[in-house]
């Protein structure tokens, strides 16, 4: 049973699921940050992934990565697996900006996190829900959480049949937001 690794589960913010992966978005306002983590059991590789899952991951992220380029100004999107802390496969996806506060370095350990406020992730969730519903499976964006304090967010409020692990909320047991340190 899938089951995503607890520091992802504490860094990030849940918004919804494609065919194959779970896309979270790192809770850390210097950058647009999105994570896709395949729904997969024990992978740590790409490579380890089917050949039908390894083309459905580079669909996923071309499909984000031009979501992202309509969404959000920046110089250099860049993308990213590295796995030396979270072992779990996961697909990074950060927007760079000429001048950001890392530039042109790595965004990796570099200085703290600056947690999303409530607001900020509100406008992000409604670019979601305008920019990627059609391709989010399961996804009523009208629909509330119940579990979500917050009452709003990207949910899968039937429960998911087909993400064993995921909640009714995601794989998060119904929290959406969650503040901790950077992933990787």
Same mark, same amino acid.
């Given at each position: 049973?899938?089951?995503?690794?607890?520091?992802?589960?504490?860094?990030?913010?849940?918004?919804?699921?494609?065919?194959?992966?779970?896309?979270?978005?790192?809770?850390?306002?210097?950058?647009?940050?999105?994570?896709?983590?395949?729904?997969?059991?024990?992978?740590?590789?790409?490579?380890?992934?089917?050949? +039908?899952?390894?083309? !459905?991951?580079?669909?996923?992220? %071309?499909?984000?990565?031009?979501?992202?380029?309509? *969404?959000? &100004?920046?110089?250099?999107?860049?993308?990213?697996?590295?796995?030396?802390?979270?072992?779990?496969?996961?697909?990074?996806?950060?927007?760079?900006?000429?001048?950001?506060?890392?530039?042109?370095?790595?965004?990796?350990?570099?200085?703290?996190?600056?947690?999303?406020?409530?607001?900020?992730?509100? +406008?992000?969730?409604? !670019?979601?829900?305008?920019?990627? %519903?059609?391709?989010?499976?399961?996804?009523?964006? *009208?629909? &509330?959480?119940?579990?979500?304090?917050?009452?709003?967010?990207?949910?899968?409020?039937?429960?998911?049949?087909?993400?064993?692990?995921?909640?009714?909320?995601?794989?998060?047991?119904?929290?959406?937001?969650?503040?901790?340190?950077?992933?990787?």
């Amino acid at each position: 049973m899938f089951q995503l690794d607890p520091r992802l589960q504490a860094d990030t913010i849940y918004l919804g699921d494609f065919p194959l992966s779970s896309l979270l978005l790192l809770n850390e306002q210097t950058y647009p940050w999105f994570i896709l983590v395949p729904r997969r059991e024990g992978i740590r590789e790409i490579h380890h992934l089917s050949e +039908v899952d390894q083309s !459905q991951l580079w669909r996923e992220s %071309a499909i984000l990565a031009r979501w992202m380029e309509t *969404s959000f &100004k920046f110089d250099k999107l860049n993308v990213a697996v590295l796995g030396n802390i979270v072992s779990q496969l996961h697909l990074h996806h950060v927007a760079r900006r000429v001048g950001d506060p890392t530039w042109p370095g790595p965004v990796w350990g570099q200085r703290p996190p600056v947690p999303y406020v409530e607001e900020q992730i509100d +406008v992000i969730v409604k !670019q979601v829900k305008k920019g990627l %519903a059609e391709y989010l499976v399961g996804c009523n964006c *009208s629909a &509330k959480c119940a579990g979500d304090a917050r009452g709003k967010g990207v949910c899968r409020p039937d429960g998911d049949s087909q993400a064993p692990g995921m909640g009714s909320c995601g794989p998060w047991n119904g929290r959406h937001q969650h503040i901790s340190t950077r992933s990787e």
